[in-house]
């Protein structure tokens, strides 16, 4: 059974930092796309980044290029999201999956909250 657990989150002042991991364990693990997705209070989970485990390659939602950067370490089976320069509608719980997301590997997420 795939586990993918987050963690990383807080609250954080507008402009602040923050690094998120999503760790990744439990039986082979093939999907080469894994993906970080967000959900705010009253609206639907979106996308965020995704990257390539084999070669590392990354994609942005407009929202966040240019301040979240996406990585992965192979041998820690982990994906991380640096957060830079935060504003508040950046406030939500933050998911990693494949991509596409597999209704399977949802986990609790992990919360972060921008402040002004």
């Known amino acids: 059974q795939v586990q993918l657990v987050e963690s990383g989150g807080g609250l954080v002042q507008a402009g602040g930092s923050l690094r998120l991991s999503c760790a990744v364990s439990?039986?082979?693990?093939?999907?080469?796309?894994m993906g970080w997705f967000r959900q705010a209070p009253g609206k639907e989970r979106e996308f965020v980044a995704r990257i390539t485990w084999s070669t590392g390659g990354s994609y942005y939602a407009n929202s966040v290029k240019g301040r979240f950067t996406i990585s992965r370490d192979n041998a820690k089976n982990t994906v991380y999201l640096q957060m830079n320069s935060l504003k508040p509608e950046d406030t939500a719980v933050y998911y990693c999956?494949?991509?596409?997301?597999?209704?399977?590997?949802w986990g609790q997420g992990t919360q972060v909250t921008v402040s002004t």
């Open positions: 439990g039986r082979t693990f093939r999907s080469n796309l």
């Open positions: 999956n494949t991509d596409p997301p597999n209704s399977d590997y």
